[in-house]
């Protein structure tokens, strides 16, 4: 459509002169927004109590809406929502998350992050509307629908379409590049949840259902607004551009490939799936610490941690979270990605066999350092990874199988949590008191971390077999005119 | 592959020049997306001084 030729790849190419730094906060505006996923938990308790709070009559026009036949046919949820029932919006919304991105990163690296960034606004923001209107007739399958399907594949593209220009602009720096936008990932819920707090006490009263439809338009609404201001700055290098000073090939890395390897190729590497299997051994083991942190801080220590003091505690691991993403990946970049990704593997599993350790010694100070670093790391993990991706397959469809890499997550965000409630239930059943439930589960996440770091290990340079016919050199675009290749350590 | 060297050259010439210009625009847009992520920064540290006091 000509209307919206203005998201156009052609029509974003950086002019001469465009400072590369304006495309950072491009990036961060959208991963602040979609960040917003992992404060969802916020809601969980409003949306169990939606029919309790039922004589909250509509006032506004939907309430002729639900007058009609048609809604009142729809509107039959005669219960409460349970917890579990509402964990799986941010479930499906993760699954959602890397099916899309999966789906379409070969298209976004075709058609540029501008129109990817667009298709993320309108599904990101349009599955709060949706998720709005389902929660206010309490029809949970508009909630999933909403919120999880169309919420989630606007993640799965907003998620992608930053990274993978970011590592084109900073070919000199990938690893800090995308730890600034997806520390802007986990920051996004620092926002997002005390905001929704304060937006549900605003809409309290005024709209049915304790001000959750309320502050779902308000999110929509503002969400979309803050994406405009990412797809309207950002750029991407023209061919043949290079940051200053920064001559291609020249890495002593031997992993940092010279060449590009098309999407549809990375598939069929090892390489790929090597580092699939450490992405989802690094966010299932993070999920077991801070899905469990509040309980688990309360039980290992009673009576020397209250409720209100664990929930300190888990805004202290969203910092850590936060923080991780920008220091590991950045670290990266001097340090080589194999080497970040070892050091998780083997600091990991001590760090969690650490953990029921702290709880014997009564060591609350040990117990806290240990969850830190292990959500530093966890935040790492997805920070690190698309620089991983870089060195390894090279930039040219990067964004496509960081997007395919990704489903690594959403197995992760599915597998992880039924993994520990499994183990949670089976030591129920044989006695195991509460405060020791928690030692086999960190010895299981240890022994995962292992599994990652052979991974890590194993992985080579990519064969040749598998790269591109026109391979350019690394960090250049595909039409750019480049130096001959240079072999390297 | 001489050409192409100075080419690159030129190329990264400009862009160093580049980096240079637009610094209020790039100001701007820094502080566009910091002042709520450190607005988020300060709520979640306020929650988490529970711990420490």
Same mark, same amino acid.
């Given at each position: ?489 | ?23 209020? !625009? @790039?100001? =701007? $847009? %820094?502080? &566009?997306? !910091? @002042?709520? =992520? $450190? %607005?988020? &920064? ?12």
């Amino acid at each position: 459509m000509a209307i919206l030729s203005f998201l156009d790849r052609d029509r974003i190419i950086a002019k001469p002169g465009f400072n590369r730094w304006l495309v950072p906060p491009a990036a961060l505006a959208i991963h602040l927004c979609i960040g917003q996923a992992y404060a969802f938990s916020v809601f969980n308790n409003p949306l169990t109590k939606l029919v309790a709070v039922k004589e909250l009559a509509p006032t506004d026009t939907l309430k002729l809406l639900s007058q009609s036949k048609l809604v009142d046919a729809l509107h039959a949820a005669p219960t409460d929502w349970s917890i579990p029932t509402i964990g799986w919006v941010f479930s499906l919304a993760i699954v959602c998350l890397g099916l899309s991105a999966a789906t379409f990163g070969a298209w976004l690296d075709r058609v540029g992050p501008r129109k990817a960034m667009f298709a993320s606004a309108v599904c990101f923001s349009g599955g709060f509307f949706v998720g709005a209107v389902g929660v206010y007739y309490h029809l949970f399958w508009l909630l999933l629908l909403g919120y999880g399907v169309l919420g989630g594949i606007g993640l799965g593209l907003g998620y992608i379409s930053p990274v993978s220009t970011l590592i084109k602009w900073f070919p000199d720096k990938p690893g800090m590049a995308t730890g600034l936008a997806i520390m802007g990932f986990g920051g996004g819920a620092m926002i997002a949840a005390p905001l929704s707090v304060k937006l549900m006490d605003v809409f309290h009263g005024m709209h049915h259902g304790l001000g959750v439809t309320g502050t779902f338009v308000t999110l929509g609404a503002i969400y979309f607004v803050y994406m405009m201001f990412g797809v309207f700055t950002v750029r991407v290098p023209a061919p043949g551009w290079l940051p200053a000073g920064f001559v291609p090939g020249t890495q002593q890395n031997k992993l940092v490939s010279s060449y590009n390897v098309s999407v549809d190729n990375a598939w069929k590497t090892p390489q790929f799936w090597l580092l699939w299997i450490m992405l989802l051994v690094n966010v299932t083991a993070g999920i077991a610490v801070l899905s469990q942190a509040s309980p688990m801080s309360q039980d290992l220590f009673p009576g020397r941690v209250t409720a209100v003091i664990a929930g300190g505690f888990v805004g202290l691991l969203s910092i850590a979270n936060m923080a991780g993403r920008f220091a590991w990946s950045s670290t990266s970049d001097h340090i080589g990605r194999k080497a970040t990704y070892l050091a998780f593997f083997t600091l990991g599993p001590l760090l969690y066999i650490a953990i029921p350790a702290s709880g014997r010694a009564e060591s609350v100070a040990l117990f806290v350092v240990c969850c830190v670093l292990i959500l530093t790391m966890y935040g790492g993990g997805f920070a690190t990874i698309p620089a991983y991706l870089r060195d390894l397959f090279g930039t040219r469809q990067v964004g496509a199988i960081h997007g395919r890499l990704l489903t690594a997550w959403s197995t992760a965000g599915v597998l992880g949590p039924a993994l520990i409630s499994y183990i949670g239930q089976y030591q129920t059943r044989h006695g195991v008191p509460k405060a020791q439930q928690y030692d086999l589960t960190m010895y299981i996440m240890a022994g995962l971390l292992v599994v990652g770091a052979i991974c890590d290990l194993m992985v080579k340079p990519v064969d040749a077999k598998f790269h591109d016919a026109d391979s350019p050199v690394t960090g250049m675009m595909p039409t750019q005119t480049a130096t001959p290749e240079r072999s390297r350590g | 592959m001489a050409d192409d060297v100075r080419s690159q050259r030129r190329v990264s010439s400009s862009s160093s020049a580049a980096e240079n210009s637009s610094k209020g !625009l @790039v100001m =701007l $847009a %820094w502080t &566009f997306v !910091l @002042v709520p =992520l $450190a %607005w988020g &920064f300060t709520q979640t540290l306020i929650k988490a001084a529970v711990m420490f006091r």
